[in-house]
């Protein structure tokens, strides 16, 4: 075999060679780095107190309507009340009255409760279109002090008749008493002994409180748990004004319109 034949049979087998390490990288599976992923960075949160469910105007705040939620500080406000600063907020702020309407997940803010005995907690308490009106009492006019707020009663009016003697009429029946002076409380802690009972009243009840008033002494009769839910309508007022009368006929009751008509 001559030198020429050998070269060639040399190259051919180098070429081979080349040959199989290329066909065997390609059938490898290639190794694609990825670049490495910074895990997210969280911001950092603080604890605030907020609405768990939506809280309407008037509505007394229980202590299940405030939980702790997460906020991030970027967004915090001073206004927030942060559990870091007033952990026993919850506890604080219950009994409260919501003055503007708070919606569900909503932080909390001092300004949109008032609390018992802050400026605007009775205008808070009031029913819309009522009136809150103070009327003097005293431990005998007012049921020796067993009157507490929120109880219900009726407002007798005593006054000097033409003949000289006195004369006792039930000139409201079934009222809520708000306050006794400025005590709110409903915790029914014992007796309240005040010198004024504010009265929660429709605008022509209130009216007619005022002459009362200034006609004659006023006492408050306590009224039964039983019977204080008895709602008061449109005759009650009418007969409270004195534009209506009350006649029982044989064990009937009857409300007749003063000069004519009746019911």
Request: glycine letters at 10%; a negative charge; proline letters at 6%.
């Amino acid at each position: 075999m001559n030198a020429t034949r050998i070269a060639i049979l040399v190259a051919a087998g180098a070429a081979a060679i080349v040959a199989a390490f290329f066909v065997r990288s390609a059938m490898q599976p290639q190794v694609v780095e990825r670049p490495a992923v910074e895990a997210p960075v969280r911001a950092p949160t603080a604890h605030v107190l907020a609405a768990r469910n939506d809280l309407s105007m008037g509505q007394r705040v229980a202590p299940g309507d405030l939980y702790w939620q997460p906020w991030p500080e970027e967004a915090l406000s001073p206004a927030y009340i942060r559990q870091s600063a007033d952990g026993d907020a919850i506890n604080r702020l219950a009994g409260s009255v919501v003055r503007a309407a708070i919606a569900q997940g909503e932080p909390i803010t001092e300004r949109r409760l008032v609390a018992p005995g802050q400026s605007g907690f009775m205008a808070a308490v009031i029913s819309p279109g009522m009136r809150a009106v103070a009327v003097p009492t005293s431990a005998r006019a007012g049921a020796g002090g067993f009157i507490l707020p929120n109880d219900r009663v009726d407002v007798i009016v005593t006054a000097q008749g033409a003949g000289g003697g006195f004369n006792a009429t039930t000139l409201l029946e079934n009222v809520r008493v708000l306050a006794i002076d400025q005590t709110f409380a409903e915790d029914g802690s014992g007796a309240v002994v005040g010198s004024t009972a504010t009265l929660e009243l429709t605008p022509t009840q209130a009216r007619n409180a005022a002459q009362a008033m200034a006609q004659g002494s006023l006492t408050l009769s306590l009224r039964s748990l039983a019977d204080a839910d008895e709602p008061v309508d449109a005759r009650d007022e009418e007969l409270s004004s004195g534009s209506v009368v009350r006649v029982f006929r044989y064990g009937r009751e009857q409300r007749v319109a003063l000069g004519g008509g009746g019911e």
